[in-house]
């Protein structure tokens, strides 16, 4: 049976001397004499004696802990994200907590205090598809836990956060469809509630009225994100009376339910599709997406986390300037479908 760890006070029981006393021993503290230093930190040595960190680091204010709440871990792009988020904590000697919603609201409201019970320094957060309030993370400010949101952020301004220029990736995404011939493009969008779906249709907009088209909401259908949910977008435009040549998918999972439906139905043929967050695995499918923008999950990553520890260890002004960074966008365009 493994015994229980020595503390200080039993340290203190046997020299009869107090705790505090003990304590500055073993930090070298001046009001405690050269003999008696050393008679404490040879007893420490040898009932094996080692600091309790925690309780250090809750004395100081801190727990060089941040905490991480994601949709998915398994989400290729939010691994990335990850790394990067690792990367720079371990610089700085933090330690990174992760947890995710399964992109549900409740399960975020639920996380959200039980990072603030575990008293992270700061929390890092990309919101759930069905976020639309935001008063988990308005609460932390009386206990001076900075947020940082990334990729998914909400509708505002005043908050901290790192996006992709998703409304200028979106217009280079559609002028490529209209370069290529496509004059009806669909869209198949994100749930509402997210502001990255707002942008993507923001973006889809200016590039239909710049290049003097007319704009067909019809044409613009929101989903909430699943294969059933693509399918449903997906058979929408296949009834569609301007029924689309190219569609414009939320992202590359989205679109890789789109192929499925649409090989399934042998009308792969028909449609050229355009995605975001550009999977590595797309490039080896047969029918892939024909082209995908890159949103640079790690350079997102590493810049939400390096605005973070900066808010921790930054004393906050009482007019406090938030850091909005937008991370820009490329189109990766793929091979020609045969």
Known sequence: MQSKPTTIKEIARILNISPSSVSRGLHDHPSIGAVTREKIKQLAKSLNYEPNNAAILFQKGKTYTIGVILPELSEHFFSIAISAIEDEAIKKNYTVIFAQSHDNYEQEVKLVEKMKNQRVDGLLVSISKDTSKFDHFEKLNSFNIPVVFFDRIPPFKNVHYVACSLESATIKAVNYLLKKGHRSIGMINGPSTLYASEERKDGYMQAITFNRLKFDPTLVVNCDLTEEGTIEAAEQFLNHKRKPTAIVAFNDYVALFLIKYFKKLNVINDFDVVSYANLPIISYLDNS???SVEQYPYLQGQKAANIL???IHSPVP?????????????????????
Not at 318 to 338: F, M
């Open 289 to 291: 997406p024909v082209a």
């Open 309 to 311: 520890l900066d808010l």
């Open 318 to 338: 009482e007019n406090q300037a938030y850091y909005n960074t937008i991370v820009e966008s490329d189109l990766i365009i793929n091979e020609v479908k045969e």
